[in-house]
């Protein structure tokens, strides 16, 4: 995306502004959904259900199970070219705002 179109500096505070008042408006969005889950996880555990299905919904409230590995013991077992095999390196620009 690189239009090569000049910005004015009012133009930059301007992004930057709609920027952190978007981030901001995504972290109080963010903080309602975790609120109203945990409403959620509390009436399923409350109930002790696993599925609840409503009038225009289904919940379900599971145990679940995730496999992790721990980078640096792989790398201990492995030698250096087998790791650099199963390692997945991605390069990108980050944009921060400070």
């Known amino acids: ?12 505070a301007k992004a930057v ?3 952190r008042e978007y981030e901001a408006l995504k ?5 309602i959904i975790e609120d109203n889950k945990e409403i959620l996880k509390q009436f399923m555990d409350g109930e002790q259900l696993e599925k609840y299905v409503g009038d ?15 980078k640096d013991v792989v790398k201990s077992l492995l030698s250096e070219e087998d ?16």
Do not use: G, P
């Open 56 to 70: 225009d919904f289904k919940l379900s409230y599971k145990d679940a199970t995730r496999e992790t590995l721990s």
């Open 27 to 31: 972290k109080q969005t963010e903080k």
């Open 83 to 98: 790791f650099l095999k199963a390692v997945k390196i991605s390069s990108y620009k980050a944009l921060r705002i400070n």
């Open 17 to 19: 502004k709609t920027v």
């Open 1 to 12: 995306m690189n239009n090569n179109k000049k910005i004015t500096t009012e133009e930059l």
